[in-house]
């Protein structure tokens, strides 16, 4: 379930607009400084004390790069997904060894190994900084200026942070604007791969059984960190359940949700819907069909290509599901009617009335938000965002830490560098399928005769281009980068790398660009903020914000739905896994690994393998713990089903549900398949 974060924050992270009235049982991504105590005490009879929250929240972890996990053990194991961990294991895998497609296991920890460039992140503290953060941004100020007020004090704060505890510091804004919190989290940076399933194992059913259910997944990878070279001794884990979650119980997600959009107005809904999707649409499938002609060239080819193929994938489903739930016209609608229910309270309260004109800036906006999605210059490919990055950074690093782009302030350099220089191998033919295909698009959304475009192009077609940018670069040595980042300004205006150099040749368009869309967010900002000011006001209450891949808690129980008239059991078993390949001939991709199929007489085949639960969930949950009362590791979540795609915008408890793989399962795996019963036995201990 690694909906697209950027997606990956594409669209804005903002509020929760939705009446509390409405809002069901076991919705909410709820922070962990203010857990819905009433709720969960009237519907489930608990009561979460302060240890309970505070032992759950150090016992979860955020992979930086997208995704959540869990401390599982007193000798620093974590757990993730598969899919979570899959960059890593194609970044560590090499045409003999294959660790994402075979797997791999580590026969001792002498023999685990090392991830070029894994930062996992605990949270350890939560701090309001509303109050410094407005009281830095005058009210007079244009929207430009405001922008780089509150930037200024964000880095101010996060700097006084990192300096007094060490710990890396980010100011969150929540509610659209109207509150901010500093979260400060132990970074670990010594990550090693300990266990990891075959692919088909882990992604049994491919692409055609994404977000779907029933599943037969063990979508599960298990790291340790490393702290001074040894194993990290780790106070806050989870303990392990011994029968794993059943049937109506109540069960707890910790994790990092990347992005909802709850919050926004109807007007923005319709930009999204008409506009922002279809555009990220046709991206995903242009990039899609790219890499599938890359991968068809050789088995190399394919093992080179199988992670961005799966990303790819991945998000253009999960796209397609939240587009289709946002062209019902039902549901603009209903967000219509509710949106209106609330104006009209506003208009006719004299002290509230003025809050009204935030719904038209937010309308006002939009077209040039529309304008700006084409024509952009910010390829993803992996040499263009090595080339942006130095370029800006020599450039920002002559500012003051609080006057540079959020990215480049001294409390992320240390975050910021350990990703810039990691030795992972990057493939230069994958590049140049991805950068020709987006140089192609560049060339349709701002025409051939675009002046930007006939610098870029140099007199070139698309794949020409990339091919000699990228077949004349350095950037891919990792001292290459280093000695770039040590001449700072000197030796990037010095640098002949093509890369370097095209990436200069934009950048001017870049930063202008970057500025106009941060002067929209911030009139959205504080739109939305006193949006959110008129919605307390008139309800008395203030609910949860909106996803901004931090920490969270979810809650929902064990529990089945129905689907096309047929009843959906909450759970699946191995015999089940079985069954399934057999109803399918055993062909890809329902072909269970050789493991598996040698091992079926020593399974115990009725053993839970993945269920399913009501709990709120969205893209970046991919790897979160599902706990139980006790606090009990009993499931880890792994993807949702197809109803829960439009969970972006509405959260549905009759048919949205979320899937995890059960603790039983991961268990039974480990002993009776993979021959691993000391790592099994480590397990929440």
């Not at 075979?102 to 309001?128: R, T």
């Not at 007094?164 to 659209?176: A, N, P, Q």
């Not at 992005?259 to 809904?269: I, K, M, N, P, S």
């Not at 670069?473 to 980042?485: A, C, H, P, T």
Request: with cysteine; glycine share 6%.
């Amino acid at each position: 379930m690694s909906r697209p974060l950027g997606s990956h924050c594409y669209f804005s992270c903002l509020i929760w607009l939705f009446f509390t009235s409405l809002m069901l049982a076991d919705e909410g991504m709820w922070l962990f400084n203010d857990l819905p105590r009433e709720i969960l005490k009237q519907e489930y009879n608990f009561e979460p004390t302060q240890e309970w929250a505070d032992h759950i929240m150090l016992s979860s972890v955020r992979f930086s790069s997208g995704g959540s996990a869990s401390f599982v053990s007193s000798n620093g194991l974590v757990l993730t997904n598969h899919h979570v961990a899959a960059d890593t294991l194609h970044k560590l895998s090499t045409p003999e060894f294959n660790y994402y497609e075979n797997g791999f296991l580590a026969n001792g920890m002498e023999h685990e190994i090392k991830a070029p460039d894994l930062e996992l992140n605990q949270l350890v503290s939560i701090e309001d900084v509303t109050e410094r953060i407005n009281a830095a941004v005058a009210s007079d100020l244009d929207p430009e200026a405001s922008h780089q007020a509150r930037r200024a004090a964000m880095a101010v704060i996060e700097q006084e942070s990192l300096d007094k505890t060490g710990l890396r510091s980010d100011v969150i804004t929540l509610f659209g604007g109207a509150k901010y919190h500093l979260y400060r989290y132990k970074k670990y940076t010594d990550v090693r791969l300990v266990w990891a399933p075959e692919s088909t194992a882990a992604f049994f059913g491919g692409d055609m059984d994404n977000f779907e259910f029933p599943r037969y997944n063990m979508d599960v990878t298990i790291f340790r960190v490393y702290e001074d070279g040894k194993p990290a001794k780790i106070e806050h884990f989870l303990k392990w359940s011994e029968h794993g979650a059943g049937d109506g119980e109540v069960v707890f997600v910790s994790g990092n949700p990347a992005r909802t959009d709850r919050g926004l107005t109807t007007e923005a809904l319709k930009t999204l819907r008409d506009h922002s999707l279809p555009f990220y649409l046709d991206y995903l499938c242009r990039m899609e069909v790219a890499i599938q002609q890359f991968a068809y060239q050789s088995p190399e080819h394919q093992r080179r290509g199988q992670d961005e193929l799966f990303g790819i994938q991945n998000s253009r489903k999960a796209i397609t599901g939240m587009l289709v739930g946002l062209q019902d016209p039902q549901f603009i609608a209903e967000k219509a009617t509710q949106e209106d229910a609330l104006l009209v309270k506003v208009n006719a309260n004299l002290d509230l009335k003025h809050f009204a004109e935030a719904w038209k800036k937010v309308s006002e906006v939009q077209p040039e938000k529309i304008e700006l999605l084409n024509g952009g210059v910010d390829f993803r490919e992996r040499y263009y965002e090595i080339a942006k990055e130095l370029v800006l950074k020599a450039a920002e690093d002559q500012k003051p830490s609080e006057d540079r782009l959020r990215e480049f302030s001294d409390s992320g350099r240390e975050s910021l560098e350990h990703e810039l220089f990691s030795p992972a191998t990057i493939y230069d033919d994958l590049e140049v399928a991805k950068l020709s295909t987006m140089l192609s698009m560049f060339v349709e959304q701002r025409g051939g005769d675009d002046p930007l475009v006939i610098k870029a192009l140099n007199g070139k077609n698309p794949f020409e281009r990339a091919a000699k940018l990228i077949g004349g670069s350095q950037l891919n040595k990792v001292d290459v980068r280093r000695e770039l980042v040590e001449g700072g300004v000197a030796a990037i205006e010095a640098s002949t790398d093509p890369m370097i150099q095209f990436f200069r040749s934009l950048e001017a368009e870049y930063r202008k660009i970057r500025k106009r869309k941060e002067a929209l967010e911030e009139i959205e900002r504080q739109a939305y903020s006193q949006i959110e000011d008129a919605r307390v006001a008139v309800e008395g209450t203030s609910g949860y914000p909106d996803a901004t891949f931090t920490l969270r808690l979810s809650f929902g129980v064990v529990k089945g739905y129905e689907e096309d008239g047929r009843e959906v059991p909450p759970w699946t078993t191995f015999a089940g896994a079985f069954a399934h390949q057999a109803a399918h001939e055993a062909k890809e991709p329902w072909k269970l690994p050789p493991s598996w199929n040698e091992s079926e007489s020593r399974i115990d085949l009725e053993t839970p393998l993945n269920f399913v639960s009501t709990a709120d969930i969205i893209g970046g949950n991919s790897g979160s713990p599902v706990v139980n009362r006790a606090g009990e590791f009993v499931g880890i979540i792994f993807d949702g089903n197809i109803q829960s795609l439009t969970a972006d915008y509405l959260y549905d408890d009759e048919v949205s549900r979320a899937v995890s793989v059960h603790s039983s399962g991961i268990r039974e795996a480990l002993k009776s398949i993979y021959n691993a019963k000391e790592l099994a036995e480590q397990l929440g201990k």
